[in-house]
């Protein structure tokens, strides 16, 4: 798990972090907004309920009649009050204390238990309110709120009766619960995005700068190595034919796509170390001095070292320092040998080995192809990699213009 995360980007990694939040923040605040809500709700309803009892009642009541029992009459206008359209209908039951706690009135016949237990006025001193989401009057069901409406005579604290209504807000508590839930969770969805796609849009321009970066960076390093060839070769170009032929290698030995990049970077600057060279050595016609030839090899080396900063990943770095290694293990500068040295190395001595010997020199024309191919076949096994030989003759033999036209060669393939 803990490798998976780490192989993601940083923008797969903020991805998935941020919806992780977004969607805890979205729940959590939902649920906050939620209760907010339904609470005022219940309240609202609660106090409108009061208003519409208290102005349905107050008229046609006067104080003595809660000190004994209500006449039929009285009932009868209760009952009508209660079935009434415009809110109290809503009223799933409805009971009025008498100060002392005893039952005066109910709109549906109680229980002896409910009228025993009775309700105690001191402890509703006030407008009290709260919700049973899971307590019904005779049974349990979500949304029924419980209210009293206590009823006082102007100048005195206590109440003299309390109204006890049960309302069913069960619609109403759905109803809110819903919006709230689609459009809270949708509002965090929207937020997310835009935020995700201000990231995404900075972080694409980012990586695009890394990218110029990186490739101005690769660049000064491949205008060293240009600068190389114009004064090393003939035609200015060997490095970029190294480069072309050496990803047809690749090609035809099938190594996976991704390492092309870092095979043509290989061949376009293996000979980067010979950039502190002098003159003399590097554009010297005749064979090297025993003197001569330590400095000369220590280019790659130097190659390596230049690189060694370089925005490029190892392979090519090792490739350009071991370039100069023989398959037999007489090479420089390390004496590896057979696959103990790296591939792309391998395959850059051969190419590089063809392409020095069949391009022409201000000194001497390029060898005959055939001939520099029965070279390669006479080195396979002692100075080249035999695979990487055969394939390569092979690859000539079949193409001849990848020979003699390497680049072009290479990009109408
Ligand atoms: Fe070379």
């Known amino acids: 798990m803990i490798r998976l995360w780490n192989k993601l980007s940083l923008i797969q990694r903020y991805t998935i972090l941020s919806a992780v939040i977004t969607v805890a923040l979205a729940f959590v605040f939902s649920e906050a907004m939620l209760r907010w809500i339904e609470r005022l709700a219940i309240e609202?309803?609660?106090?409108?309920?009061?208003?519409?009892?208290?102005?349905?009642?107050?008229?046609?009541?006067?104080?003595?009649?809660?000190?004994?029992?209500?006449?039929?009459?009285?009932?009868?206008?209760?009952?009508?009050?209660?079935?009434?359209?415009g809110g109290l209908n809503r009223a799933v039951r409805v009971r009025l204390w008498r100060a002392d706690g005893r039952l005066l009135y109910s709109n549906a016949s109680e229980p002896e238990a409910v009228q025993a237990t009775g309700v105690n006025l001191s402890a509703q001193n006030g407008f009290a309110v709260f919700a049973e989401r899971q307590g019904r009057v005779d049974q349990a069901a979500a949304g029924l709120v419980r209210f009293f409406v206590p009823l006082t005579i102007e100048g005195e604290g206590k109440p003299i009766a309390v109204f006890e209504i049960f309302y069913d807000l069960a619609h109403r508590l759905d109803d809110i619960r819903w919006r709230v839930l689609t459009t809270v969770p949708l509002g965090f969805f929207f937020l997310y995005v835009a935020i995700f796609a201000l990231v995404d849009r900075g972080s694409q321009q980012l990586e695009k700068q890394k990218a110029d970066l990186k490739?101005?960076?690769?660049?000064?390093?491949?205008?060293?190595?240009?600068?190389?060839?114009?004064?090393?070769?003939?035609?200015?170009?060997?490095?970029?034919?190294?480069a072309d032929l050496a990803v047809h290698v690749a090609r035809a030995l099938k190594l996976p796509a991704e390492m092309f990049d870092d095979v043509r970077m290989s061949g376009r600057l293996h000979d980067l170390g010979k950039i502190g060279l002098p003159d003399a050595i590097l554009m010297k016609t005749g064979p090297l001095n025993p003197d001569e030839l330590v400095v000369m090899r220590n280019h790659a080396e130097r190659g390596f070292e230049i690189l060694l900063k370089a925005p490029l990943s190892d392979r090519v770095k090792l490739a350009v320092r071991h370039s100069h290694e023989r398959w037999d293990g007489n090479g420089y500068p390390e004496g590896l040998s057979g696959e103990n040295i790296p591939l792309m190395s391998r395959i850059v001595a051969v190419v590089d080995a063809f392409e020095a010997m069949t391009s022409d020199r201000p000194y001497r024309k390029g060898m005959p192809?055939?001939?520099?191919?029965?070279?390669?076949?006479?080195?396979?096994?002692?100075?080249f990699d035999p695979r990487i030989t055969k394939i390569f003759i092979q690859l000539v033999r079949k193409d001849v213009t990848l020979a003699a036209l390497g680049t072009r060669a290479v990009a109408s393939s």
């Open 215 to 242: 490739a101005a960076s690769i660049g000064t390093f491949l205008s060293l190595a240009s600068a190389i060839d114009a004064k090393d070769t003939y035609t200015g170009d060997h490095s970029s034919k190294v």
């Open 44 to 85: 609202d309803e609660a106090k409108v309920g009061a208003e519409q009892v208290l102005r349905a009642i107050a008229p046609q009541f006067r104080p003595n009649d809660f000190g004994r029992t209500l006449s039929p009459q009285q009932r009868a206008f209760l009952d009508t009050v209660f079935r009434a359209k």
């Open 369 to 383: 192809i055939q001939v520099a191919l029965e070279r390669l076949e006479r080195d396979t096994g002692s100075h």
